[in-house]
């Protein structure tokens, strides 16, 4: 699959969630002014589309391509944590349903290969480099 651009979970699905998920993809360093955004259909994300290219954070002829089908790859890309997730039956605190996607995330990005100074094939550096992060007994 293609490279994780950005990785939101928000409280309220609304226009401000949007824009702040939009500038969190737009601000990393491998990302570059796209011709196309395509999201699905939230109501949010029209009026902050608008709101950055009013502000300039995004480009004027940016186009806005909305359907329920179109971001397919982008959903095929969590596949993983839906299949996680789903026999959990949800989470009882907001915590625990931000942190356990992140680190699926994050783990899924690190066997992708998009973590710098990691090889996607190296198993042994990558066991290393988790348990270096989470400060786990090697």
């Avoid at 490279?3 to 969190?24: C, N």
């Avoid at 990005?109 to 786990?136: C, N, S, Y």
């Amino acid at each position: 699959m293609g490279q994780t651009i950005a990785f939101l979970l928000s409280a309220k699905r609304d226009k401000e969630a949007a824009r702040r998920f939009v500038q969190r993809a737009l601000n990393r360093e491998n990302t570059r002014n796209p011709r196309v955004v395509v999201t699905d259909q939230l109501k949010g994300y029209p009026g902050a589309l608008q709101d950055m290219k009013q502000d300039g954070a995004l480009g004027r002829f940016v186009q806005h391509r909305r359907g329920r089908w179109l971001n397919n790859w982008v959903e095929q890309d969590h596949r993983c944590i839906k299949r996680r997730t789903r026999p959990m039956l949800g989470f009882k605190r907001f915590v625990t349903a931000r942190r356990t996607p992140a680190g699926i995330e994050a783990i899924a990005m690190l066997t992708k290969g998009q973590v710098r100074g990691e090889p996607a094939h190296d198993i042994t550096a990558q066991r290393a480099f988790v348990h270096q992060i989470f400060g786990l007994a090697a």
